[in-house]
């Protein structure tokens, strides 16, 4: 990091705010650094550095050279890749497993996948029948929207900061990109980077701040926006769906989930119990993706119980950077407070606690760090607020089922719907059980297995439209229709 102060980047150039807010190390309380908050006339001057790079040298650009651009981008981060790790890791405190074998590699990737694809991608051709015989031709023509907002959220930092702007550089987009306060490092690496690799001033812009009153809420209902993408929760996207109501844009929104995991009495074991605990505690139960919800076959629920409670228990709770610590902090206190008030609700509508429910004790500096238990639950009703709400930590409930009908109606019983993991042996009930998912994407005998091709998103309360491959690129592209007659 060049600067212990982070700084905005606008028009190609860091710039500094009057207000700043603290960068806090989640694992010991920690400031790490300060950042600068963004007013409402350095959020606008970022507005119309994007709008007019749009008639610069980017907007003249051959696709091939914004591909070869984006490659640059994906080199300079893994140029760099012990900083961006070190700084996600400090943001976070996310594990090094996890920091340097998803999060940090996603970032490079997500540059190499679109500029790759925009250079094959094709557009929509038709002859059409005219009474004179002649014909005309009808081709659609893919344009940039123009300025493209996105909001980025807190837990994959770098990794879901890139989901987006690389397919809207990729389509030929120019960017004011806000990242979540809470983690504010790796994306102004990341604007180093995009300046080392020559992307022209304007083209890619940074803010810091927070949402409500504040950058967050100035870029998404500022007037030159032509578009907003964004992840986090729910009732934030409404927020946003709000604040750019009156100029009317398109949005895409990958919002929250309470997803379920289906374990049937078939499946294999010892697969379905390691990759279960996976899709709980993965990065602290903090990625929208994971089971917060598991549903297990009657005739070996106790088993699956015990299991599941060997595999949390075994689970090592420590320092980021030890290369075997399998989950550190959650992301901040405020976050810490809201997930322990869940394990006390927890309790107070009568749940069994199998494990966990409290908070490490380390006899160290870490005692003043976010950190809670990996926590599992049984014997609440599907009706329990635990049951039903997002709480986003390390934490799920089980319960038993009997047949595959009810199996299906307990995982659709939410207002969510963004994935779902089954476990079975027998294929055909796992296609058959996967096609009546309400939710967006389906594991079966796995989860998280990520192909960048395939659309991701929700149904329901967790979201609007989908992304990846070809989804992203239409999203961040307008298509015109020339006609033209023979
Ligand atoms: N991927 C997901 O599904 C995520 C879900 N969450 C959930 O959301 C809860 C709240 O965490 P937050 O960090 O506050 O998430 P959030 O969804 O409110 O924040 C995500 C991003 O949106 C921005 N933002 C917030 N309010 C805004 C507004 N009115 N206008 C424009 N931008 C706005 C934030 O500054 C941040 O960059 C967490 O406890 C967790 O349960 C949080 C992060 C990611
Ligand atoms: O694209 C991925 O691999 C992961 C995406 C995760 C989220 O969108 C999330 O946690 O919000």
């Known amino acids: 990091m060049t600067s212990s102060i982070l700084h905005h980047y606008i028009a190609g150039e860091f710039v500094d705010s009057s207000k700043r807010f603290d960068n806090i190390n989640p694992v010991n309380g920690q400031r790490i650094c300060q950042v600068a908050e963004a007013?409402?006339?350095?959020?606008n001057q970022a507005v119309m550095a994007a709008k007019a790079a749009l008639q610069g040298p980017w907007g003249n650009m051959s696709v091939q050279q914004r591909a070869a651009l984006l490659h640059k981008v994906a080199d300079g981060i893994e140029e760099r890749f012990d900083e961006f790790v070190a700084a996600e890791m400090r943001d976070t405190g996310k594990s090094l497993?996890?920091?340097?074998?998803?999060?940090?590699?996603?970032?490079?990737?997500?540059?190499?996948?679109?500029?790759?694809?925009?250079?094959?991608?094709?557009?929509?051709?038709?002859?059409?029948?005219?009474?004179?015989?002649?014909?005309?031709?009808?081709?659609?023509?893919?344009k940039p929207l123009g300025v493209v907002a996105v909001i980025a959220p807190w837990n994959l930092p770098l990794l879901l900061l890139t989901w987006k702007l690389a397919p809207a550089l990729a389509a030929g987009n120019c960017i004011v990109a806000k990242p979540s306060e809470e983690t504010p490092s790796s994306a102004t690496l990341l604007a180093e980077v995009m300046h080392e690799a020559g992307i022209p001033p304007g083209v890619f812009n940074l803010i810091h701040g927070f949402g409500p009153n504040s950058a967050g809420e100035y870029l998404t209902s500022h007037a030159h926006i032509d578009?907003?993408?964004?992840?986090?929760?729910?009732?934030?996207?409404?927020?946003?769906?709000?604040?750019?109501?009156?100029?009317?844009?398109?949005?895409?929104?990958?919002?929250?989930?309470?997803?379920?995991?289906?374990?049937?009495?078939?499946?294999?074991?010892?697969?379905?119990?390691?990759?279960?605990?996976?899709?709980?505690?993965?990065?602290?139960?903090?990625?929208?993706?994971?089971?917060?919800?598991?549903?297990v076959q009657r005739p070996i629920f106790e088993r699956f119980v015990a299991a599941l409670k060997q595999k949390a228990e075994a689970m090592k709770i420590g320092w980021p950077t030890d290369a075997d610590t399998d989950m550190g902090p959650l992301i901040s206190f405020e976050h810490r407070n809201k997930v322990l008030s869940y394990y006390k609700l927890a309790a107070e509508e009568g749940a069994s606690f199998v494990t966990g429910g409290g908070v490490p004790e380390f006899g160290d500096e870490r005692d003043q760090g976010a950190w809670v238990q990996p926590t599992l639950i049984t014997g609440l009703s599907e009706e329990a607020r635990c049951v039903k709400e997002e709480i986003f930590g390390p934490i799920a409930h089980i319960c038993p089922f009997d047949t595959e009908?009810?199996?299906?109606?307990?995982?659709?019983?939410?207002?969510?719907?963004?994935?779902?993991?089954?476990?079975?042996?027998?294929?055909?009930?796992?296609?058959?059980?996967?096609?009546?998912?309400?939710?967006?994407?389906?594991?079966?005998?796995?989860?998280?297995?990520?192909?960048?091709?395939?659309?991701?998103?929700?149904?329901?309360?967790?979201?609007?439209?989908?992304?990846?491959?070809?989804?992203?690129?239409?999203?961040?592209?307008?298509?015109?229709?020339?006609?033209?007659?023979?």
């Not at 007013?39 to 959020?43: A, E």
């Not at 379905?272 to 929208?288: I, K, L």
């Not at 939410?414 to 294929?427: C, Q, V």
């Open 97 to 142: 497993q996890q920091a340097s074998s998803i999060d940090i590699p996603r970032g490079a990737a997500n540059f190499r996948v679109f500029a790759d694809m925009v250079k094959t991608a094709g557009s929509e051709c038709f002859h059409t029948d005219t009474p004179d015989g002649k014909g005309a031709l009808n081709y659609s023509l893919p």
């Open 39 to 43: 007013d409402k006339k350095q959020v």
């Open 227 to 295: 578009a907003i993408t964004f992840t986090g929760e729910s009732r934030t996207g409404s927020a946003i769906m709000r604040a750019a109501a009156e100029h009317v844009k398109p949005l895409s929104f990958e919002l929250g989930g309470k997803n379920a995991a289906i374990i049937f009495d078939d499946a294999d074991f010892d697969a379905a119990v390691q990759g279960t605990a996976r899709s709980v505690f993965t990065n602290g139960g903090q990625v929208c993706l994971c089971t917060e919800r598991v549903y």
């Open 405 to 486: 009908e009810q199996a299906i109606a307990l995982a659709n019983n939410s207002r969510y719907g963004l994935a779902a993991a089954i476990w079975t042996r027998d294929i055909s009930r796992g296609h058959r059980v996967a096609k009546q998912m309400e939710a967006g994407m389906i594991w079966v005998n796995t989860w998280y297995l990520r192909d960048l091709r395939t659309p991701f998103g929700g149904v329901k309360m967790s979201g609007i439209g989908r992304e990846g491959g070809q989804h992203s690129l239409n999203f961040y592209a307008e298509p015109s229709n020339i006609c033209i007659k023979l």
